[in-house]
C-alpha cells in the first residue's frame, strides 16, 4: 500500500511539473510573438514615417554637428551649458508650480 501511495504521489508530482513547464513554454511563446510583432510594428511605422517626413532624421544629424562645430568639438562644454539649461528650466517650472499652489 505505501509502495502504491508513493507511485500515485510522484506520478501527479510529474504531471505538475509537465504542467509547469507547459505553462513556461506557452508562455514564453505567446510573450516572445508579441515582442516580434511589436518590433516590427515599430520598424514599420518608424519607416513609414521616415518616407513621410522625408530627410528628417538628417536634419538632426545635422544640427548636431553643426552644434559641435561651433563649440570645435568640445563636448564638455555642450554638457556644462545642458546642465545649466535643464537646471534653470527645472527651476523655473518649480517657481510656477509654487505660485500657482
Known sequence: MKGEAGHMLHNEKSKQEGHIWGSMRRTAFILGSGLLSFVAFWNSVTW??????????????????????????????????????????????????SEIS
Open 48 to 97: 513609414h514615417l521616415q518616407r513621410f517626413w522625408g530627410a528628417s532624421g538628417y536634419f538632426w544629424q545635422a544640427q548636431w554637428e553643426r552644434l559641435l562645430t561651433t563649440f570645435e568639438g568640445k563636448e564638455w562644454i555642450l554638457f556644462f551649458i545642458g546642465r545649466d539649461l535643464v537646471s534653470q528650466w527645472d527651476g523655473s517650472k518649480q517657481r510656477v508650480n
